[in-house]
């Protein structure tokens, strides 16, 4: 199989999610054996920051990377529609620190390239194939077990305990409609804290139109009444599911979705399209890079 890059610029307007900051973006068709490159375009020397898990900063609540000391915040979403578009080569420009979170899913990025579909290029797709299995664990239970197969299947599983959310699963794979299942699949935080960022003025009204939020304990109308003036949302009430009705769910399962798409992204930093059966539980960013750093290191990138 060849590589494949973009037909042409596409560029996005938006803010950081947890840098409020705001953002355009412009995915851009790369050479072959470029793979996926991000550019700080707000810094003269037009900085690189190669999508490798060698260079994974952070991992609380999203994946940063860092390479001589210049950042780019939250980068699994584009990852990972690139990688669900079966993209080899991209060049990412960013005038800011931080991707825009567009809608908390990888959807407009997903809708917009695919509709264009992608060009073929002469190299071969560097494949990735592992010789025995990789396990990452936590303590809270949750792990990422990738073992070799002749090509990528992913499943995961969540259950984090909460009532509204119950046990989800979800499944990719490279012949899997990534476009229609996984992409429109927004992130997800739990009310509770979403009030606690409140009380402590960590966010500033502003919309909750980019997250899916659980209410999994009863509240009160005056806690209500918060939200609906912080966000001025006057209609602002919680669905018989115990989700707040800010948006309507795509799938029922649309949180273990959501959990498919960042593993297909953060995955992506092990350098090229696996060839794995992956199978997670609970995994977040911690040891999805983890997964993809000790996949690195297995495959002799340094
Ligand atoms: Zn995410």
């Keep these: 199989m060849k590589q494949r890059t973009l037909k042409k610029n596409y560029s996005f307007s938006g803010k950081g999610l947890h840098t409020g900051k705001p953002v355009k973006m412009t995915v851009k068709p790369a050479p072959e054996n470029t793979g996926i490159v991000f550019i ?51 060049i990412i420009e960013l005038d800011n620190v931080e991707v825009p979170i567009m809608d908390g899913s990888a959807r407009k990025y997903a809708v917009l390239i695919g509709k264009d579909g992608t060009v073929e290029q002469e190299a071969e797709r560097r494949f990735i194939n592992i010789d025995s299995p990789i396990e990452i664990t936590d303590p809270s239970g949750a792990y990422v077990r990738i073992e070799p197969a002749p090509k990528a299947d992913y499943d995961i599983t969540i259950d ?48 909750i139109y980019n997250a899916i939020v659980i209410v999994e304990h009863p509240i009160s109308e005056a806690q209500m009444q918060l939200f609906r003036e912080k966000f001025e949302m006057p209609q602002l009430s919680v669905t018989p599911q115990g989700y707040l009705n800010n948006i309507k ?28 059966k992956v199978t997670a539980y609970k995994s977040g960013h911690t040891i999805n890079t983890a997964a993809a750093k000790a996949i690195e290191k297995a495959i002799g990138i340094k």
């Design 160 to 207: 984090f305990g909460s009532e509204v959310l119950g046990v989800q699963s979800a499944h990719w794979d490279p012949e899997d409609d990534y476009i229609a299942h996984i992409a429109p699949c927004r992130t997800f935080c739990f009310f509770h804290e979403v009030e606690f960022l409140l009380a402590n003025n960590l966010i500033k009204g502003g919309d």
């Design 40 to 90: 700080r375009t707000d810094i003269t020397q037009r900085p690189v920051i190669e999508a490798r898990a060698s260079n994974v900063s952070k991992t609380d609540r999203s994946t940063s990377l860092c390479q001589d000391g210049i950042a780019v915040y939250t980068v699994e979403h584009i990852l990972s529609a690139l990688t669900g578009l079966g993209v080899d080569n991209a």
């Design 249 to 276: 769910l795509h799938f029922n399962n649309e949180c273990g979705r959501h959990k498919m798409l960042d593993l297909i992204g953060d995955l992506r930093l092990c350098g090229g399209f696996l060839n794995a």
